[in-house]
């Protein structure tokens, strides 16, 4: 079962229901993690799914929020294809 709160709502194959919203905090928040623990002050997408997927999030949501997060400003992937945060 699909409920919407506060923005789209889908459910991924291990049953968790997670709205759009919710989505991008989880992301963001384990990007602000993984930066703050980097030595390079980068982080490969790799880490970052590895991490996300821990919360039943799937490896293309987690790609279609960085994405996101990088259009709001609040992240910028490099040409190397890691991550920082703005």
Same mark, same amino acid.
């Given at each position: 079962?699909?409920?919407?709160?506060?923005?789209?709502?889908?459910?991924?194959? +291990? %049953?968790?229901?997670h709205t759009q919203d919710e989505?991008?905090?989880?992301?963001?928040?384990?990007?602000q993690r993984l930066f703050y623990?980097?030595?390079?002050?980068?982080?490969?997408?790799?880490?970052?799914?590895?991490?996300?997927?821990?919360?039943?999030?799937?490896? $293309?949501?987690?790609?279609?929020?960085? %994405?996101q997060l990088c259009k709001y %400003?609040?992240?910028? $992937?490099?040409?190397? %294809? +890691?991550?920082?945060?703005?």
């Amino acid at each position: 079962m699909e409920t919407k709160v506060g923005g789209v709502a889908y459910m991924t194959d +291990k %049953g968790s229901i997670h709205t759009q919203d919710e989505r991008m905090k989880l992301v963001l928040t384990i990007v602000q993690r993984l930066f703050y623990d980097s030595e390079e002050n980068s982080i490969r997408m790799a880490d970052i799914i590895r991490e996300v997927e821990i919360h039943g999030i799937e490896q $293309k949501e987690t790609e279609e929020t960085l %994405g996101q997060l990088c259009k709001y %400003g609040l992240i910028n $992937k490099l040409p190397n %294809g +890691k991550y920082t945060l703005n």
